[in-house]
């Protein structure tokens, strides 16, 4: 285990004992801390703000579910573009569609204008955008910031991330309760412009990604090099079937548990200790070094299980909030190890694709989750649903840490 790395950038020639010490990094770090800032008030502004013009558990999901779809189908598109053209115009392009779509949503619910078709129809549109978003973000980081620093700027990024969080979702139930969700969206729309602005002042060394053959062609080459690393597809199955049951039960049960027992401000409070956790977390690991990085966290990351047991069992916030901080300790860890490994060891000029097979395995079975959490709480109820949850997840996400190559797989810096 190590605590300090100084690194020679070999595009500049001098010594870096810190990622913040490449431009271009100081630019992609303050254009994600200026979008995560509004975007961490989103989930809990739209969720709660549909069920509260709606009173409909099933509208909620299904803007929710509308929002995913268009994610994993345009996700193996996303990543062709993401190595086929230069990372930071993709960013550049796919934040200004997000903002627009933002300020039109935020638009509806402060006017009072509900319509739930228009709402599909827009968080389809920055669904889309996060297609494009999500396999250009996870590419740029090794294009701006040689590799012995990489698992720092993952803590450094993974701290702006769950730093917004802490207060985001609690500020955000606080809006809906006391005005509208819409005001919170609408702040998420202006911070996606600001975030563009500073997307295309990133300066990345290096000639533009070639562009191949055909998108058909790209793809296939992708799939090659996903599948022919069998610590990274064992994985993504493992979770594509836990995130179909965490998500579904997290987003769409959680809020409704949350409303008949701890009241909308408490959850709001609880998803905020999830993040203290992962900010934590990712203060730790910008100094810690852990050898065998990726088994560690896939060890920890079974208890992000937890608050959902806590859900079935109908705790008090202050349980809920315990195992949710747990909860986001491990998560943190986790989102760390997993981003720092694929781009340690997945090559530049495929690694935007192999990240899209990674985001499709991941979130294919989500809107499945999502529109069966309602129906599964009416029949069974929604508080054993939560329990039974709470035990699938952690099961599913032990059982990579039966392959050798995930056990065996050991940090590269």
Avoid at 6 to 35: E, N
Avoid at 164 to 191: E, F, M, Q, R, Y
Wanted: hydrophobic residues 50%; charged residues 10%.
């Amino acid at each position: 285990m190590k605590t300090e790395a100084t690194v020679d950038d070999p595009d500049q020639g001098t010594v870096v004992a810190s990622p913040f010490q490449l431009p271009a990094f100081r630019w992609f770090f303050t254009g994600r801390l200026v979008s995560l800032l509004g975007s961490a008030m989103t989930p809990v502004a739209l969720s709660l703000a549909v069920l509260n013009a709606s009173n409909s558990v099933g509208d909620m999901g299904a803007v929710l579910t509308a929002n995913t779809v268009p994610l994993i189908v345009f996700t193996l598109v996303g990543g062709v573009v993401g190595d086929r053209f230069p990372r930071r115009l993709v960013l550049l392009a796919s934040n200004l569609g997000a903002g627009l779509t933002q300020a039109v949503v935020a638009f509806l619910l402060i006017s009072g204008n509900y319509d739930l078709g228009s709402l599909i129809v827009l968080e389809a549109v920055n669904g889309t955008m996060a297609a494009f978003t999500n396999p250009a973000l996870r590419g740029i980081v090794p294009d701006i910031v040689p590799k012995p620093q990489i698992q720092r700027a993952n803590s450094a990024l993974g701290s702006t991330k769950n730093a917004t969080k802490v207060l985001g979702p609690t500020v955000a139930a606080t809006i809906v309760v006391t005005a509208n969700g819409g005001w919170a969206i609408a702040v998420d729309a202006a911070t996606y412009v600001v975030a563009a602005v500073c997307m295309f002042r990133i300066g990345v060394p290096g000639d533009t990604p070639p562009r191949r053959a055909g998108t058909f062609v790209a793809l296939r080459e992708g799939w090659t090099e996903f599948r022919s690393r069998t610590w990274v597809w064992t994985i993504v199955a493992s979770f594509g079937v836990a995130n179909c049951i965490q998500v579904g039960i997290w987003t769409v049960l959680g809020p409704l548990i949350a409303k008949e027992r701890i009241g909308e401000t408490s959850w709001g409070m609880v998803l905020s200790v999830r993040a203290v956790g992962m900010l934590l977390i990712a203060v730790v690991m910008y100094r810690v070094t852990v050898r065998r990085l990726l088994p560690v966290a896939q060890l920890c990351t079974s208890l992000v299980g937890l608050p959902l047991i806590a859900l079935g069992l109908v705790a008090n916030s202050y349980w809920l909030a315990a195992t949710a901080f747990v909860a986001g300790l491990s998560a943190g860890l986790y989102g760390i190890a997993w981003e720092t490994t694929l781009q340690e060891n997945i090559p530049k000029d495929k690694i935007a694709r192999i990240s899209s097979y990674d985001n499709l395995g991941s979130f294919i079975a989500i809107p499945a989750g999502q529109l069966s959490a309602a129906p599964m709480a009416n029949a069974f109820g929604a508080s054993r649903v939560a329990l039974v949850g709470g035990f699938l997840w952690i099961a599913l996400t032990l059982c990579p840490l039966l392959v050798p190559s995930v056990r065996g797989l050991r940090h590269a810096a």
